[in-house]
C-alpha cells in the first residue's frame, strides 16, 4: 500500500461545479497534512492546511477523518483558474521531518 | 521575505554525465531542506533532506548524493546520469518554528539523453 494515495484523475468539471477530492494515507502516526496546487510544470504551492475540525478558505474546504485515515478537499463554485493537479500531503510525524506527496489529482474545469 | 533560488532552469545532459544542482534560500537561518524529483507523470519523490550543515538524510539509494556546505545551500549531485534521472528537481524549505513546507524552489528540469 502506498503511504499517501490519491486517484489521478482527471476530474472534468464544468465552470460552477462542485467538486470532492479525497486522499488516503497509511501511516496513522502522521501528524500534519495538506494540500498543495500543482499548475503544469510548475513547482507545487501550498493551498491550505488540514485540521481535525476542518477548516474553509473561501471556496475550498479541507477534512480530515483521522479515524478512516482519509482527508479531502471540496471545492465549491469551480473557476477555469482552478484548472491544475492537487497533491494531498502527509508530515510523518513520530521525529522525522518527511512529508510525503500523494500522485496528485487532476482537475480540468471546462467553460 | 523569505527567497529560495535553483539553477540552471532546464538542464540537458548525455547518460555518464556528472550533475550538480544548486539550490540557495535567503530570509531565513538554519532551516530544513529537501530535494525531490517528480518524475513525468508521476508524483514527488523525496531524495534527501537536511536539518543542518553537512547533516544529510538520504531516502532513496541510487546514484545521487547531496551536500550542505553552508546553512543556506544545498547541493545536489551525481557523479554518472542514468537515463532514469530524468525529472523535475525541487528544492524546498521549511523554517524550523512551524511545520509546512511553505517554499519550493522554480525547480530544474533535468533530460538525461
Known amino acids: 500500500r502506498k503511504e499517501v494515495e490519491q486517484d489521478p484523475g482527471p476530474f472534468n468539471v464544468p465552470e460552477g461545479a462542485t467538486v470532492a477530492f479525497n486522499c488516503t494515507y497509511s501511516?496513522?502516526?502522521?501528524?500534519?497534512f495538506f494540500w498543495y496546487r500543482q499548475d503544469c510544470r510548475k513547482e507545487p504551492k501550498l493551498l491550505m492546511s488540514?485540521?481535525?475540525s476542518g477548516n474553509e478558505d473561501g471556496r475550498f474546504t479541507a477534512q480530515l477523518n483521522r479515524a478512516s485515515q482519509y482527508i479531502s478537499l471540496l471545492i465549491r463554485d469551480s473557476k477555469l483558474s482552478d484548472s491544475a493537479t492537487y497533491l494531498c500531503?502527509?508530515?510523518?510525524?513520530?521525529?522525522?521531518?518527511?512529508?510525503?506527496f500523494g500522485t496528485g489529482t487532476r482537475l480540468k474545469v471546462l467553460a | 521575505s523569505q527567497t529560495i533560488h535553483q539553477w540552471p532552469a532546464t538542464l540537458v545532459q548525455p547518460v555518464g554525465s556528472p550533475l550538480s544542482l544548486e539550490c540557495t534560500v535567503e530570509?531565513?537561518?538554519?532551516?530544513?531542506l529537501y530535494w525531490y524529483r517528480q518524475a513525468a507523470g508521476r508524483g514527488l519523490q523525496l531524495l534527501f533532506y537536511?536539518?543542518?550543515?553537512?547533516?544529510i538524510s538520504s531516502e532513496v539509494p541510487q546514484n545521487l548524493s547531496a551536500s550542505r556546505p553552508q546553512d543556506r545551500q544545498f547541493i545536489l549531485s551525481s557523479k554518472k546520469l542514468l537515463l532514469s534521472d530524468s525529472g523535475f528537481y525541487l528544492c524546498?524549505?521549511?523554517?524550523?518554528?512551524?511545520?509546512?513546507?511553505?517554499?519550493f524552489g522554480p525547480g530544474t528540469r533535468l533530460t538525461v539523453l
Open positions: 537536511s536539518v543542518g550543515i553537512g547533516q
Open positions: 488540514v485540521y481535525s
Open positions: 524546498a524549505w521549511k523554517g524550523t518554528s512551524g511545520v509546512t513546507i511553505e517554499f
Open positions: 530570509g531565513t537561518s538554519n532551516p530544513n
Open positions: 501511516n496513522s502516526a502522521s501528524q500534519s
Open positions: 500531503v502527509v508530515f510523518g510525524g513520530m521525529g522525522t521531518y518527511k512529508y510525503i
